[in-house]
T-cell receptor, first 112, second 110 residues
Framework: DAGVTQSPTHLIKTRGQHVTLRCSPI?????VSWYQQVLGQGPQFIFQ???????GRGNFPDRFSARQFPNYSSELNVNALLLGDSALYLC???????????FGPGTRLLVL | EDQVTQSPEALRLQEGESSSLNCSYT??????LFWYRQDPGKGPEFLFTLYSAGEEKEKERLKATLTKKESFLHITAPKPEDSATYLC???????????FGRGTSLIVHP
């Protein structure tokens, strides 16, 4: 079975630009979560969606937004990029949101 | 506020030298404690979920244990391919959001 997939794998943007990251969950999983991980730290929670509804939001500015589609795939959007947004963005899926989450390979974002 | 502290931050072992990684936590009503392995530049790989004090789980050279305040990841006779960062996360009762520690970076020398 395919695991969680994310695209693109790498991305370079300049300050002020907008970025969209995409995630496809494991087949049958209805929950998708987004995390930001900077070097040397654990993943920091951004959003969780379950059945297309937002079920949790971390301490991130309104420049960050997300949505989940009817096929349970998800997008993370970041507007007005800052240098500090450079990080590995991770997507994780789970059967129902309250159970073990399985991570994708991540998207490496570099903001110049 | 849920807190997760992992120690040590970094650990260097010789191949075959067994050791343990620690994850201490403060959470209101533990729902689950998770261990992940992460290789550089990649997403975390799920290892174990523990739900209640006294529970133990094993996978190859790894064994995870849980008490009411901490979890240990025991590595028996490690090999160089066990080198990675090991992440611990906790999920409180009624929450959908796990809180991660900063991880322990393990290097196993041949």
């Amino acid at each position: 079975d395919a695991g969680v997939t994310q695209s693109p794998t790498h991305l370079i943007k300049t300050r002020g630009q907008h970025v969209t990251l995409r995630c496809s969950p494991i087949s049958g999983h209805k929950s998708v979560s987004w995390y930001q991980q900077v070097l040397g730290q654990g993943p920091q929670f951004i959003f969780q969606y379950y059945e297309k509804e937002e079920r949790g939001r971390g301490n991130f500015p309104d420049r960050f937004s997300a949505r989940q589609f009817p096929n349970y795939s998800s997008e993370l959007n970041v507007n007005a990029l800052l240098l500090g947004d450079s990080a590995l963005y991770l997507c994780a899926s789970g059967p129902g949101g309250q159970e073990t989450q399985y991570f994708g390979p991540g998207t490496r974002l570099l903001v110049l | 506020e849920d807190q997760v502290t992992q120690s040590p931050e970094a650990l260097r072992l010789q191949e075959g030298e067994s050791s343990s990684l620690n994850c201490s936590y403060t959470v209101s009503g533990l729902r689950g404690l998770f261990w992940y392995r992460q290789d550089p530049g990649k997403g975390p790989e799920f290892l174990f979920t523990l739900y209640s004090a006294g529970e133990e789980k094993e996978k190859e050279r790894l064994k995870a244990t849980l008490t009411k305040k901490e979890s240990f990841l025991h590595i028996t006779a490690p090999k160089p391919e066990d080198s990675a960062t090991y992440l611990c996360a906790v999920q409180a009762g009624g929450s959908y959001i796990p809180t991660f520690g900063r991880g322990t970076s393990l290097i196993v020398h041949p």
